[in-house]
């Protein structure tokens, strides 16, 4: 089966379920923050496992469900929790999730993660609105897996994260008094966390953040057209800068106090995006 007939099943299977819900807008929370969704009216929630073809997050924090519905006239899809190039999952499978989207409808993409700051600016709680990114995991989700539905093979990445959307979140941070500000996420693979060399190298390189996801989502998602905006919640500082051992389970300590600030940026930014 090809991965557009695998797609197809996902989106026939997830229509039926919704009657044929068209989202405009998704969000994929990462780490923690599945909590941080907005109140939906007419909410339908769909368990990964029930859907042919899906990936399984295998990740604590991340629920595994896809949730629909409706926020002040604006219709959602959200990804409550995400897929890992860590957790096994073959490197051009990451695209699936993204392309049933794309097919659905969706024309924009907010994507969030829990990240390691290399900025003393943006400690713990901070946001980092992400400007651009470097893909340090040495593979890309579109390398054998082209098909003329999802966009050219060839795609143009200047501005991979939407100026316009960065816009409407920094505006709206000012007003909700969030420490944020733009930056460079460095996806590494993961699932250890860097060593202090490492992130003085990438320091180097001109990241502001350093992660272990979100790159393969933005990269299938441009190539499909859908417009990205990507939030980076610093759950930690990086390696070597933090006087702390790393752990997951700070993380989802860490991110589970952004829980609230971040409901109140996707309460205030999803009626404007």
Same mark, same amino acid.
């Given at each position: 089966m090809t991965q557009l007939q695998q797609v197809k099943k996902a989106v026939a299977f997830i229509n039926k379920k919704t009657k044929n819900f068209k989202p405009e807008t998704a969000l994929i929370t990462g780490s923690g923050l599945a909590g941080s969704i907005p109140p939906l009216e007419k909410k339908i929630v769909i368990s990964y496992a029930d859907i042919p073809g899906f990936l399984r997050s295998t990740v604590p924090g991340h629920s595994g469900n896809l949730i629909f519905g409706t926020y002040k006239g604006k219709k959602l899809m959200i990804m409550q929790g995400r897929f890992h190039y860590y957790e096994g999952h073959p490197m051009k499978d990451l695209a699936i999730s993204i392309r049933t989207m794309f097919l659905l409808g969706v024309q924009k993409l907010i994507v969030s993660a829990a990240v390691g700051s290399l900025d003393l600016k943006l400690k713990p709680g901070s946001l980092c609105v992400l400007n651009d990114h470097i893909n340090f995991m040495c593979n890309n989700p579109l390398i054998g897996n082209h098909d003329e539905t999802f966009g050219p093979m %060839? %795609? =143009?990445? #200047?501005?991979?994260? =939407? !100026? #316009?959307?960065? !816009?409407v979140t920094l505006d709206a941070c000012k007003k909700l008094k969030i420490n944020a500000k733009e930056g460079v996420y460095l996806a590494a693979t993961g699932p250890n966390f860097e060593t202090p060399s490492e992130i003085r190298a990438f320091k180097t390189l001109g990241a502001t953040v350093v992660g272990m996801s979100v790159v393969p989502e933005v990269l299938v998602a441009r190539q499909c057209g859908i417009r990205v905006l990507g939030l980076a919640w610093v759950s930690n500082m990086g390696c070597g800068i933090a006087k702390e051992a790393l752990s997951h389970a700070q993380t989802i300590r860490e991110t589970k106090k952004i829980e609230g600030k971040f409901k109140d940026l996707l309460e205030t930014i999803l009626p404007k995006l």
């Open positions: %060839f %795609f =143009d990445l #200047s501005e991979a994260y =939407d !100026k #316009s959307l960065r !816009k």
